[in-house]
């Protein structure tokens, strides 16, 4: 998805610093800087990061347990651990991830749900986040943008082909490359 929104924005991936939802059964979140993931939603198991559609998100219940278990941690080093060294200053060393060039929907609910769009960017205009409602009622193509002319971040709708970057991956395996 990131690769085929760096194309449609006509800029190199690696120059750009993108947040992907993909929301459909599963769910999730994911900053990209660079080419890279610097952020997920996603945990240890599959019960952690956005709140899916039987999953719980969230926090993995069974991260005390594993952290007491695996990294001898006690229960006071553990809260704090969570209250104060976590979340993106835990991922990143630090708590602010610098400018956004786009927000991008992707997944089943992601690029078929005005309506979940709309919601999501709504309040975020101070961000230079803003839907516009006519784009985001029809979104088209491989890549749509559904933002407004002239917004300082893109929000763009992705068509999500999961098999076909399994395929690729594995060719990239397979290749050694």
Request: net charge negative; charged share 20%.
């Amino acid at each position: 998805m990131a690769e085929k929104a760096a194309a449609f924005l006509s800029r190199r991936l690696e120059e750009l610093s993108l947040i992907t939802l993909h929301l459909g059964n599963g769910a999730s979140a994911t900053a990209i800087h660079g080419g890279m993931s610097v952020d997920t939603s996603m945990g240890l198991t599959p019960l952690e990061g956005l709140m899916m559609g039987t999953r719980s998100g969230d926090v993995d219940p069974a991260l005390h347990f594993y952290l007491a278990r695996e990294a001898g941690m006690e229960l006071d080093a553990i809260e704090d651990l969570l209250y104060t060294k976590s979340g993106l200053r835990g991922v990143c060393g630090t708590n602010d991830l610098g400018r956004l060039d786009a927000l991008v929907f992707t997944g089943g609910i992601g690029e078929n749900s005005a309506l979940v769009r709309r919601m999501s960017c709504q309040g975020l205009d101070a961000l230079g986040i803003a839907v516009d409602d006519a784009k985001n009622g029809s979104p088209s193509g491989e890549v749509s943008s559904v933002h407004y002319d002239g917004g300082g971040v893109s929000v763009l709708v992705v068509r999500t082909n999961e098999e076909l970057e399994i395929a690729r991956q594995t060719m990239l395996l397979i290749r050694g490359s």
